[in-house]
């Protein structure tokens, strides 16, 4: 039987496993979800482990290293699928920026001062916390694009005093 204290006492020594695949994947791990993902996958390991089958420790690299490709993959389709739901509902024509909007006179000032692209950056990126990637495919420009319109929107905002 497996207990709280073991498994403990296997993080302790096997976490730089877990880092050693994050780094070896070039994966960056912002909000700790490709580390629990490792967690899980070494819990995984020590349950499911046969000593006939070879060493733990190489048993452990396996089960890591696939559950982060697994994640990586499975948060690719995500994003693909959620990526071609906007573009459908760009197409449909259901992506009306004024429905969500809650302060429209404070975005109305601020529409006012910037350019429409840099609007649209604003629009995309701070109220629907939207990636340049995203931006710039719904948009229909490149990326590099996309980030002049924020570096020159955020250089006006802050003349203004917006502090965005």
Known sequence: ??????????????????HYHI???????????????????????????????GTLKSYMHWKVRNALIDKIRKDSRTYEQEEEIAEQMVQEGRDTWEDEITDELLWKQVKASLTPNQWKWVYHYIIMDRSIAQIAHLEKVTPDAVKNWGRHAR??????????
């Open 23 to 53: 780094h070896k994947l070039n994966i960056w791990d912002r909000n700790g979800d490709f580390y629990a993902e490792g967690l899980f996958a070494l819990w995984n390991a020590y349950r499911t482990y046969d000593p006939e089958a």
């Open 1 to 18: 039987m497996v207990t709280d204290e073991m498994f403990e006492r296997l993080v302790l020594e096997s976490e730089d496993l877990i």
């Open 155 to 164: 250089k006006k905002l802050k003349e203004l005093g917006t502090n965005m």
